[in-house]
C-alpha cells in the first residue's frame, strides 16, 4: 500500500513563500499524474495543482493561479509545491495526491500552512 506523506507546511505571515514535499515509497510520480488539494476547516477538500507524468504538463486552481508551482523530482521521488505570495486565504491541510479520483490512494496526514495577515 502506498504512503504519502507530506511536509513543508508551517505559520507564515501574508505574502510569504513555503515550499510543501510530498514523498512515497516506489515511483508513483513517475507514472500517476499528481497532484496537491487542500482542506480548509469547514470546508471540503478542493484541488490545487496537478502535474501530468508523461509530459510535466501542469494544471493549476485559479485561486493560485500565477503564485503556486507543481513540480517533482523523479530520481528522489518527491514532489513539490512552491507557494510564493502566500494569502489568508491559503490556510489549510495539505495533501498530495493522484489527481484522478479512481486512482486514489491513501490520504496522508497532511502537512498544515496558516497564513497570518
Known amino acids: 500500500q502506498v504512503q504519502l506523506v507530506e511536509s513543508g507546511g508551517g505559520l507564515m505571515q501574508a505574502g510569504g513563500s513555503l515550499r510543501l514535499s510530498c514523498t512515497a515509497a516506489?515511483?508513483?510520480?513517475?507514472?500517476?499524474?499528481m497532484a496537491w488539494f487542500r482542506q480548509a476547516p469547514g470546508k471540503e477538500r478542493e484541488f490545487v495543482a496537478a502535474?501530468?507524468?508523461?509530459?510535466?504538463?501542469?494544471r493549476y486552481a485559479d485561486s493560485v493561479k500565477g503564485r503556486f508551482t507543481i513540480s517533482r523530482d523523479t530520481e528522489n521521488n518527491i514532489l513539490y509545491l512552491q507557494m510564493n505570495a502566500l494569502k489568508p486565504e491559503d490556510t489549510a491541510v495539505y495533501y498530495c495526491?493522484?489527481?484522478?479520483?479512481?486512482?486514489?490512494?491513501?490520504w496522508g496526514q497532511g502537512t498544515q500552512v496558516t497564513v497570518s495577515s
Open positions: 495526491n493522484a489527481e484522478v479520483a479512481s486512482e486514489r490512494f491513501a
Open positions: 516506489g515511483r508513483i510520480f513517475t507514472y500517476y499524474d
Open positions: 502535474m501530468g507524468w508523461k509530459y510535466d504538463d501542469t
